[in-house]
């Protein structure tokens, strides 16, 4: 069937629509910073056809915050981590107070805090997906949702689920 193919657009931007006429929980976010929301799926590894693990480790999400980092140095920037896991699923982190957290062994990178949300509400998780000036996926369908209601900055990691042609490969 080739219809949501052809009308992509307009049924997502129907579905952005129709989500902003429901009830959401409150964003967290302060309105005066960059929001970066990073999803950071713990619980389940998950294979593809070639039983090669797809999840993408912490590593991988560190070098996306020094990337950021340097090309948006102009912007106050927040950034955020939802995840179904738990502190000891961060070990490059230090935990502080207040849900923050700096990277560890990264001097160019002590002054960013992190607002690590972990085991939060997935309908508050979803809204801070959808609400993110910028948000990074994991490889799940719940970012890929969070992904598709986002009108704004979506980085995608290429796999089994194919990007929207609006998202940033990474």
């Not at 089994?160 to 940033?168: A, L, M, P, Q, R």
Request: hydrophobic share 35%.
């Amino acid at each position: 069937d080739t219809y949501f193919y052809e009308n992509k657009k307009k049924i997502i931007d129907k579905l952005r629509k129709s989500y902003e006429l429901t009830e959401n929980p409150k964003l967290l976010f302060d309105s005066k910073k960059y929001n970066i929301v990073i999803h950071r799926r713990c619980t389940r590894v998950i294979y593809d056809n070639n039983k090669q693990k797809v999840w993408l480790s912490n590593n991988f999400y560190i070098e996306q915050i020094k990337k950021i980092v340097k090309e948006k140095s102009d912007k106050d920037i927040q950034f955020w981590i939802f995840s179904d896991g738990e502190k000891q699923n961060f070990p490059e982190f230090q935990f502080l107070e207040n849900n923050d957290a700096i990277i560890k062994n990264q001097n160019d990178l002590t002054d960013v805090k992190i607002k690590m949300m972990l085991k939060t509400n997935s309908l508050q998780t979803l809204h801070h997906f959808v609400k993110a000036d910028m948000f990074i996926m994991d490889k799940s369908s719940f970012s890929y949702i969070g992904g598709l209601l986002n009108s704004n900055k979506v980085l995608y990691s290429p796999y089994w689920d194919k990007g929207y042609e609006d998202w940033v490969n990474i």
